[in-house]
């Protein structure tokens, strides 16, 4: 049963984390308060983690809490907000398919009071039933349930969606830095090709790239970073799609090999830095987020000048880029 509190208290959410003005503290303290508000309509939540073949799916209490990771909520919020804008411009009734939407939807939930059920379809999917559930029945509660299509409960990676649904936006965010560990490569892969020609994803555009880094120097205020590029291994967006399908097949998309500068300091670390592209306007860069804390590479290993390393990114269970060295120049 609809919950008039519980609705008004996403609605205000929804308006602070799409304000501009808002301070980081201001967005944190509405991010804390939109997890609580959806912790405390429903028991406790399940933790356990699925292996799939194509990557790890976070159980749903890992999930709600991607939540607190408040810069990354706001920025992609955002970014399936001005997706909806843009799409309603093209369509009378948006098809929206939220992958991976986890038990509170975090990424749509709030939206959904803004748009009539006439102008805005919904399909949840997940691979965790309980998840779902528990999404399905917060939209209930919050008064939108009207807004959602039968809910899919399915590996994202694999699934054939309905041949009627061809959705126009899709959100999916399934990935950890580095894109390694979680499906967010062969999700993207199998649904974009289901998806409406021409459908807006979020986020718009991932990049990973590889540079050198004094990581002593990272966090220290007296001191500039020290930092040395190597060169972008992937982007992964609608445009790349296209070209990266290609490889899925063979389990391992090749990348770009990366060359040492001759002239680069000693004693450096490799690391792989992440940019999420949300939308144009909103971007998440190096620490704004868990998703874009860079990576350090120590297993391999003291970084000499001139050396030369061959890269792939390998699909499966365990995703993530693979460096190995070449040799020296
Ligand atoms: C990182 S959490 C994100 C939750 C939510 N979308 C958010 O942004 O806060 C990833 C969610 O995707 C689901 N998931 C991961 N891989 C999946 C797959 N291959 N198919 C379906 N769901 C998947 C997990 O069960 C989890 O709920």
Redesign the pocket.
């Known amino acids: 049963m609809a919950n008039f509190d519980f609705a008004q208290r996403l609605q205000a959410h929804a308006a602070l984390l799409l304000d501009r003005q808002q301070s980081p503290g201001a967005l944190r303290t509405c991010c804390a308060q939109l997890f609580d508000d959806c912790e405390a309509l429903g028991g406790s939540l399940d933790d356990h983690?699925?292996d799939?073949d194509?990557?790890?799916?976070?159980?749903?209490l890992?999930?709600?809490r991607?939540?607190l990771d408040f810069q990354?909520?706001t920025t992609?919020l955002r970014a399936v907000d001005a997706g909806l804008r843009t799409c309603m411009q093209q369509a009378d009734t948006v098809e929206v398919l939220?992958?991976?939407?986890?038990?509170?939807?975090?990424?749509l939930l709030p939206l959904l009071a803004r748009y009539p059920a006439s102008r805005l379809q919904a399909t949840l999917?997940?691979?965790?039933a309980t998840?779902l559930a528990r999404a399905q029945a917060l939209c209930s509660v919050a008064g939108v349930r009207d807004r959602l299509r039968p809910s899919l409960c399915?590996?994202?990676?694999?699934?054939q969606l309905p041949q009627a649904l061809r959705p126009r936006l899709l959100?999916v965010?399934?990935?950890?830095r580095a894109l390694e560990k979680?499906?967010q490569v062969?999700?993207l892969a199998n649904l974009l090709p289901q998806c409406a020609a021409g459908a807006l994803v979020v986020p718009q555009r991932i990049r990973v790239s590889a540079e050198l880094a004094d990581t002593a120097r990272e966090f220290d205020p007296a001191r500039h970073r020290l930092r040395v590029p190597l060169g972008e291994l992937m982007e992964l967006s609608a445009a790349s799609l296209a070209t990266l399908g290609t490889q899925l097949g063979a389990g391992r998309i090749a990348c770009p090999s990366l060359r040492v500068p001759i002239d680069a300091p000693e004693g450096l670390d490799l690391i792989l830095r992440t940019r999420i592209e949300a939308s144009p306007e909103d971007v998440l860069d190096d620490y704004d987020s868990g998703l874009t804390y860079p990576a350090v590479l120590k297993n391999l290993g003291r970084i000499r000048p001139g050396e030369l390393f061959h890269c792939h990114y390998r699909l499966g269970p365990r995703p993530g880029f693979e460096l190995q060295r070449a040799g020296p120049m």
């Open positions: 983690a699925s799939l194509c990557g790890r799916a976070l159980s749903p890992e999930a709600a991607c939540v990354r909520t992609l939220y992958a991976g939407c986890g038990p509170f939807a975090p990424l999917l997940d691979v965790h998840a399915a590996d994202a990676a694999r699934v959100i965010e399934v990935m950890q979680e499906p062969a999700v």
